[in-house]
């Protein structure tokens, strides 16, 4: 039993899970993250032309630096070496002999293996949170395992396509009215992205021609944003003469035609728009 500071009280279970294939995943992800930071970290021992040699200072900077960009600081031990080499530079234009000491700083990278194995054993963890005791714990799992989805539906009331945020509305009624309106279009971008993914699971098939710059690339799980998108450059030209009003549309192209199918849409929807004449 909880109690919150006014004094509510409710019953709840907190069930930790670890997904297998989560931790699999992110364990694949961090070697990779720390094989591109050793190669990175080496990077820096090569003297290459033109790159400015850097000194012990700018060194621990730069190896900081990427330890912090690949998130594997507490994962690799990192070791200095400093050497000096001194150098004698002749005289001229009135500037007497001297000698120039240049700082050499080489960097070593070893793994924490404990530390690796530590991290390792805590990938793929969630803790779930529910209010029905009586629910077990392989049915909250299967209640919450898509819960991501949800989220990722309302992620999109502030992105482009429905646009709730910024709000520049003061009547809460408008923004209720607003939030009801774009509640409707979330759930067509869900049917939609549904309704698609379902019928290529049906027929073992995938999308491509959706990938800017890819069109070869091909997916099961397309979404919405990605289909409305292959619609882009569509116009809908309107010649009106004395009485007479013809509509031309733009062909449709075989991408375009296999997404209308997928959605069960008859191409004639489309296709009618370019001859109508009405008098």
Known sequence: MLTDKNG??????????????QADAQRIALDNRLKEAEKVIAALNKQ?????????EETHTAVDD????????NLLVIGYKVDKKFTKKRGYLGLPTREIMTEIVTVSIERDDTAYDETVRNLGWRVYVCNDIELSLE???????????????????????????PLFLSSSTRIKGLIRLLSIGLRVLCLVEFTVREALREKAETLNGIYAGNPKRATARPTTEMMLKAFDGISVAVIS??????????????????????????TAIY?????????
């Open 139 to 165: 049915k909250a799992v299967l209640a919450y395992r898509e819960q991501y989805i949800i989220e990722r539906g309302f992620s999109r009331m502030r992105g482009k396509i429905l646009g709730l945020t």
């Open 271 to 279: 296709q009618n728009l370019g001859i109508v004449e009405s008098g």
């Open 8 to 21: 509510f009280k409710w019953q709840e279970q907190r069930l930790v899970v670890q997904s297998l294939k």
């Open 66 to 73: 990427i330890l912090k960009q690949y998130d594997v600081a």
């Open 241 to 266: 003469l004395g009485e007479k009003t013809w509509h031309s549309v733009t062909k449709l192209n075989a991408v375009q035609l296999r997404i209308l199918n997928l959605l069960g849409f008859p």
């Open 48 to 56: 290459l032309r033109g790159r400015k040699r850097l000194n012990e």
